[in-house]
């Protein structure tokens, strides 16, 4: 009762990286609630496969639904797996990847409980909250961050009354960390059939293709990055050479992946990639909360505008003044001409 | 095969297009800046539906759209597409809601019109980026939903077939139809206004926004009356509904009915860094290089 619970995304018999890292999240905000840390994993033939890709993580409980038709993913079953479990076993928190499976789960499963959601959220703490309306006063409720109106703003989400509290996390935002490679969870099988009725199945995966990431984004150790102002799919090529030229990825703010510049996989931001690369050159950036949301952890931040109030230029390390027409091919004949 | 569609609209916004002005100096939102549009995604979904209707002979195209009087403009849109009508939830009521108190209110006011075959809104809303309210309201009406839709590949036998979008790749379900169904941006764009439908439908409105309107000198009974207007055609009359017209429960909806709430608004001011300051001249490159070199930042 009243732990910190998170739902593990499968491909397969794979758990999900972001999942890990909500584990691993989940665990912190666990030790400081003074609660245990459950996991679920649902899927086929999973049983022997899952558990040690979550256990590690420092999962005490792990609740793993083993059946036919529960893989690949469809709403309704694992709705009803996490609103049955969840009435059983009364979370206070839930935690599930902003995934395209954990954003069509999370608020089917919310509106059910009538529990609050928080999408996308940036960071997760756990505070105090008092109502002033009602001179309420909460402990130890979870603070839901995210950038929100466009990224404009910044906001604190929190859910007084409701619980479980839930929330949304995107890849990349939180650092997995395995805890004990040893953690001694208990691990239960339960009978799918209790928790998943069978007019669930009613929607059916006809055909399905994943194909592996097409970049590496994630984890380049350098990202050059293109915002609106690089004008067209063509005004991308040199920042693909430029990437070429460090050994990094490119990565593009969403009003030029909105703009069609390049593919929403390169997409850095809140509701894009998060990276935490070496070195992060913003080429033409303004930098709204959004995008630095996804960015703000890189070692080194080269900005390139031709504004020298760009807010982006507020956590850069290095500020270029100028046409990134200019800087680029310069960048390219000078790291060319010393790495000789 | 006659269907009946059921089109999620949200007046959002324009938070792409935000200049400096968006934000007051006081760091709350600067609403005048912002232009209110028809939400990207939503228009994606009266796409599909328009589809449908144009493949189904007999099939009615309704848009359904919660906000202040103004949001009957999502409605006109919708009408001038080829909808063939609207519904306006607007009470203070309603004002306030997170998702979920959003969601309790679209799908009650479904359950008022009487229920839909197909249920089809955008993927998210962009001042929001939630992705919440259509798989709540398929929750709250127990429909199947198939989100990050890109097309409606058939439709007979009581059941869709659909192409989405999943993380890396995509996928083609089969759903057992009444459905609620959620559309990526990436599904094909609206079609235009038509020009006759223009004609036809810009004078509609709901009553909230004619008390607005000007009085016109008249007499009832003439052409330039805008009663006679509104009793003479009854196309030009959109539906418009408060809390009770849908027999709504005041506590489930706006702010009272939200489980969510916005604790603190920042507007962030980073913290300034040591940052050194560079021209795009040569030599300050060739330095910026050298340094990172040197460093061994980059190899």
């Known amino acids: ?340 | 095969m006659n269907l009946r569609i059921i089109v999620l609209a949200k007046q959002v916004p324009d938070t792409r297009n935000v200049g400096k002005d968006a934000m007051t100096p006081e760091g709350t939102v600067n609403r005048a800046a912002l232009p209110a549009i028809f939400n990207p995604d939503d228009m994606n979904a009266l796409e599909q539906a328009l589809r449908l209707k144009e493949q189904n002979p007999g099939t009615s195209v309704g848009i359904l759209t919660m906000g202040p009087p103004r949001a009957a403009e999502l409605i006109r849109q919708g009408l001038y597409r080829g909808a063939d009508t609207g519904w306006l939830l607007t009470d203070r009521l309603f004002a306030g809601a997170d998702t979920l108190a959003t969601s309790y209110a679209l799908a009650t006011a479904i359950k008022k019109i009487g229920g839909a075959d197909i249920i089809i809104g955008g993927r998210q809303a962009i001042d929001g980026d939630t992705a919440q309210v259509g798989p709540q309201v398929a929750q709250k009406l127990g429909l199947s939903q198939v989100t990050y839709a890109e097309e409606i590949l058939d439709c007979k036998d009581g059941r869709l077939t659909i192409r989405r979008h999943i993380d890396g790749g995509t996928e083609t379900v089969s759903a057992p139809m009444p459905c609620l169904i959620t559309v990526n941006g990436t599904a094909a764009p609206c079609r235009p206004a038509n020009a006759k439908l223009v004609m036809k439908f810009k004078r509609a409105s709901c009553p909230s926004e004619r008390v607005a309107l000007p009085v016109k000198p008249g007499t009832p009974g003439r052409d330039d009356s805008y009663d006679y207007l509104y009793d003479s055609r009854e196309w030009l009359n959109l539906t418009q509904w408060s809390v009770a017209d849908i027999d709504g429960d005041p506590q489930q909806c706006g702010l009272a009915g939200s489980p969510t709430k916005v604790m603190a608004v920042q507007n962030i001011v980073f913290q300034a860094k040591e940052s050194k300051s560079l021209s795009d001249s040569d030599a300050d490159i060739e330095w910026l290089v050298k340094e990172l070199r040197d460093e061994k930042i980059i190899g």
């Open chain 1, 1 to 340: 009762m009243n732990n910190v619970f998170v739902y593990c995304e499968l491909e397969g018999t794979v758990v999900a990286e972001v999942s890990q890292e909500l584990l691993t999240k989940g665990r912190k905000l666990a030790d400081r609630l003074g609660v245990s840390l459950e996991a679920v994993a649902a899927g086929t033939g999973i049983k022997g496969k899952v558990e040690s890709q979550i256990l590690p993580y420092g999962v005490d409980k792990l609740h793993v639904f083993d059946a036919p038709g529960l893989s690949p993913y469809t709403s309704a079953p694992h709705t009803d797996i996490l609103v049955n479990l969840f009435k059983e076993e009364q979370p206070q928190i839930a935690l599930l990847g902003a995934t395209v499976i954990g954003r069509d789960l999370g608020p089917r499963v919310s509106s059910s409980l009538t529990s609050g959601l928080t999408a996308d959220c940036t960071q997760l703490e756990i505070g105090d909250f008092e109502d002033k309306k009602t001179g309420k006063s909460y402990k130890d409720l979870l603070y839901q961050i995210r950038p929100a109106f466009g990224g404009n703003i910044v906001a604190t989400i929190v859910n007084p009354e409701h619980r479980p509290q839930m929330a949304t996390v995107r890849s990349g935002v939180m650092q997995k960390e395995i805890k004990d490679p040893a953690y001694k969870g208990e691990v239960s099988y339960p009978d799918v059939s209790k928790y998943v009725p069978a007019e669930d199945f009613v929607v059916s995966v006809l055909d399905r293709h994943v194909e592996a990431a097409k970049n590496n984004l994630k984890s380049s150790p350098i990202v050059v990055a293109g915002g609106y102002g690089m004008g067209s799919k063509e005004g991308f090529d040199m920042l693909f050479e430029l990437a070429a030229a460090l050994h990094g990825e490119v990565g593009a703010s969403r009003a030029a992946v909105d703009a069609g510049f390049v593919d929403p996989s390169r997409q850095v931001g809140q509701t894009g990639v998060t990276v935490h690369p070496k070195v992060y050159i913003a080429c033409g950036i303004s930098g709204q909360i959004q995008h630095i949301a996804g960015m703000q952890d890189s070692d080194i931040i080269i900005s390139i505008n031709t504004d020298p109030e760009a807010p982006i230029n507020r956590i850069a390390d290095y500020i270029i003044t100028g046409r990134v027409e200019d800087v680029v091919p310069k960048l390219i004949k000078y790291y060319k001409k010393n790495s000789k």
